[in-house]
């Protein structure tokens, strides 16, 4: 089955800085790939996504970027700000697969420091 | 209006006891979800529903057991709790099985003393 490891565990930048998280997954045949965002006592959010077809998407502060050789995929964030502070998933699985479920990797502390 | 909603949102209970955790969507997604997240932040799925079928049942103790009376629901029983089952529960909904992002409630913290 599918499985995803997640670095780093924690990350700490200053305001304004850019953030960078990797991610890589172990069946080739995976081919979506989302990011949630899980603020304290709060449910994941899903706040990007991105499927095998294109190798990078983004929207305002947010990007991500996938290697399918590889199996690496990315999440950058920049001129982070406060309220980006929250603690962020990676997660992969076959898109349409009714067999397969999201794999998430263990996540991400991101803090940011104004 | 919340999209997904669990209730209750704290739940603590003695070992042994029996507990169910309620969840409805109202987005109009065919297939729910419930996950457990440990106190290390990591979530594994534990089941899926897809009109009213079982579809993903992964090794989750069978002492678990999840009700979807319509899709709209699908509600967590837990028998004989024990003390390793304390966790946050959270339920999710996503359009299709296996299709897009889910969209997840705001979870249940159930501890077991």
């Known amino acids: 089955g599918e499985n995803v490891e997640q670095h780093p565990s924690t990350l700490s930048v200053q305001e304004g800085d850019s953030a960078v998280i990797k991610c890589t997954y172990s069946d080739s045949a995976s081919n979506y790939f989302p990011w949630y965002k899980q603020e304290l006592g709060k449910g994941p959010q899903l706040i990007i996504d991105?499927?095998?077809?294109?190798g990078e998407k983004k929207d305002q502060r947010i990007a991500v970027t996938l290697n399918k050789t590889a199996k690496h995929f990315s999440l950058h964030i920049t001129e982070t700000q406060p309220e980006d502070s929250a603690v962020y998933f990676c997660a992969a699985k076959l898109y349409g697969g009714s067999q397969g479920n999201l794999i998430f990797g263990k996540g991400t502390k991101l803090s940011v420091k104004p | 209006d919340t999209a997904v909603s669990q209730t209750p949102k704290y739940l603590v209970t003695q070992m042994g006891n029996d507990k169910s955790i309620k969840c409805e969507q109202n987005?109009?997604?065919?297939?729910m979800y419930w996950y457990k997240q440990d106190s290390k932040k990591f979530l594994k799925i534990m089941f899926s529903y897809n009109n009213k079928e079982l579809i993903i049942n992964e090794t989750v103790p069978n002492r678990f057991s999840p009700k979807s009376p319509d899709k709209a629901h699908l509600n967590l029983h837990i028998n004989s709790l024990e003390l390793g089952d304390s966790a946050v529960y959270f339920c999710?909904?996503?359009?299709?099985?296996?299709?897009?992002?889910?969209?997840f409630g705001s979870g249940t913290r159930l501890t077991v003393v």
């Open positions: 999710a909904s996503s359009q299709e099985a296996g299709a897009g992002g889910y969209t």
């Open positions: 987005l109009g997604h065919d297939t």
């Open positions: 991105i499927r095998s077809n294109v």
